[in-house]
């Protein structure tokens, strides 16, 4: 199953993960505006106190995984710059239109990301 990309599809594929990088960068930036404004004081509940402890955790979670799946994304737009994108770096085989379409910054293709384990 190795079938290149198209222009057409590349342009598509690089619209997508623009957009996802300026998605994730503004979620990002609002989580960090966010993380100071989890106050602690003495008025709090010591229920409220945890749970505003476990949303700020759950937050914090969030945004690591934002952080990290913008690298990602990051990453295949630099591919793209460097014409390697599309092309599994591990096989050398291309990655297919149809993964590429289900996951934009998907960096390996679906074998190899099994060998992988995820
Ligand atoms: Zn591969």
Redesign the pocket.
């Known amino acids: 199953m190795s079938e290149e990309l198209t222009q057409d599809q590349l342009t598509l594929l690089s619209a997508r993960l623009t957009h996802e990088q300026d998605t994730l960068s503004a979620g990002l930036k609002g989580a960090d505006d966010r993380s100071g404004t989890v106050e602690l004081d003495g008025s709090m509940g010591r229920l409220s106190r945890m749970d505003a402890l476990q949303q700020q955790e759950m937050a914090l979670a969030q945004a690591r995984q934002a952080k990290q799946r913008l690298k990602t994304v990051q990453g295949a737009l630099r591919r793209i710059e460097t014409d390697d994108y599309g092309w ?1 770096p ?2 050398g ?1 291309a990655i297919g239109f149809k993964r590429l379409n289900a996951r934009p910054e998907a960096p ?2 679906l ?2 990301t099994q060998q992988r384990g995820g």
Do not use: A, L, N, S
């Open positions: 599994c591990d096989c085989e390996f293709c074998i190899c």
